[in-house]
């Protein structure tokens, strides 16, 4: 039988033997989170609604995350009561942070609907991470080795000393990106609407690119990429349907470098890209 090591933040309190901690700064929770094994590599979620999320691996075997709220709760306007005449106010300044773990899935919840939260995380180097955030804060990562998905809506995706594979998309924001090594057979990807995309690979890496900078924007590149003559075409037929007929080119620009491999995707609607080759 499975069992559910979900950890709300008021049992944890009770429970933890000492591993929940409230900082001095009353706006900051810290809980400190055991695997259950050690050994092996471990899978991090976190979503937020509005704030930012900070994760770095670090040489330990637990998972501590920090959640600090900024300011008062999204919304609230605080007015006198006439009964409360003469009364000292008293603030709700936790976060709601709730944690899960089960089989090395680390699950990270916060009340940030509700009042801007920043998460500031550590994980073990060989961890997986699954990041989103929709407003007021960015996504930052570094010095993590393995499968990383980052979603942002209105903030930028930061990823530094990252090795292994990564899928990040934002909407309104710029995608930097410096690896250590990636994962030889893993496609990437590296999107935004609104932002430029930098991204620093090792200098033997083997990949198929493809590059698209749709609007305003220019395309920059340390490597010598080997660019496919041919467009990539597109047909759909849905005559016998009683629909139409569609050829459609990509104007995205196709390559290879250092002779191919799995395919890389870089795209953007208004900025520039820049794929820069590691020193």
């Known amino acids: 039988m499975k069992t559910n090591k979900r950890i709300p933040l008021a049992l944890f309190v009770a429970f933890s033997c000492g591993l929940f901690v409230r900082s001095q700064d009353s706006s900051t929770d810290?809980?400190?989170?055991?695997?259950?094994?050690p050994g092996k590599p471990l899978i991090l979620k976190a979503d937020l609604v509005n704030?930012?999320?900070?994760?770095?691996g670090y040489d330990g075997k637990e998972v501590v995350v920090e959640s600090k709220t900024r300011g008062r709760r999204i919304g609230h306007e605080h007015k006198a009561k006439e009964e409360a005449a003469g009364m000292k106010r008293l603030t709700q300044e936790t976060s709601g942070l709730e944690v899960s773990e089960e089989h090395?899935?680390?699950?990270?919840?916060?009340e940030s609907w509700n009042a801007t939260t920043d998460l500031i995380i550590r994980v073990p180097v060989a961890a997986s991470l699954k990041l989103e955030c929709v407003n007021n804060g960015d996504i930052v990562v570094d010095n993590v080795h393995g499968e990383i998905e980052a979603e942002n809506v209105n903030g930028s995706i930061t990823l530094t000393r990252v090795a292994g594979s990564v899928m990040a998309e934002t909407?309104?924001?710029?995608?930097?990106?410096?690896?250590?090594?990636?994962?030889?057979?893993?496609?990437?990807?590296f999107v935004t609407l609104n932002g430029d995309i930098d991204?620093?690979?090792?200098?033997?890496?083997?990949?198929?690119?493809?590059?698209?900078?749709?609007?305003?924007?220019?395309?920059?590149?340390?490597?010598?990429?080997?660019?496919?003559?041919e467009s990539k075409k597109t047909v759909e037929d849905k005559r016998k349907e009683g629909g139409r007929y569609r050829v459609s080119i990509d104007n995205s620009?196709?390559?290879?470098?250092?002779g191919g491999g799995p395919e890389f995707q870089f795209q953007t609607f208004n900025g520039d890209i820049m794929l820069r080759k590691a020193k």
């Open 51 to 56: 704030g930012g999320i900070s994760v770095t």
């Open 171 to 189: 909407v309104n924001g710029k995608i930097l990106a410096t690896f250590s090594r990636v994962a030889p057979d893993k496609a990437m990807s």
């Open 104 to 110: 090395n899935v680390v699950r990270i919840d916060t």
């Open 253 to 258: 620009i196709f390559g290879s470098i250092n």
């Open 30 to 37: 810290r809980i400190v989170v055991p695997l259950s094994d």
């Open 199 to 229: 991204v620093t690979l090792p200098a033997d890496v083997k990949a198929n690119v493809r590059i698209k900078s749709e609007q305003q924007g220019d395309v920059y590149s340390d490597f010598d990429i080997q660019v496919k003559a």
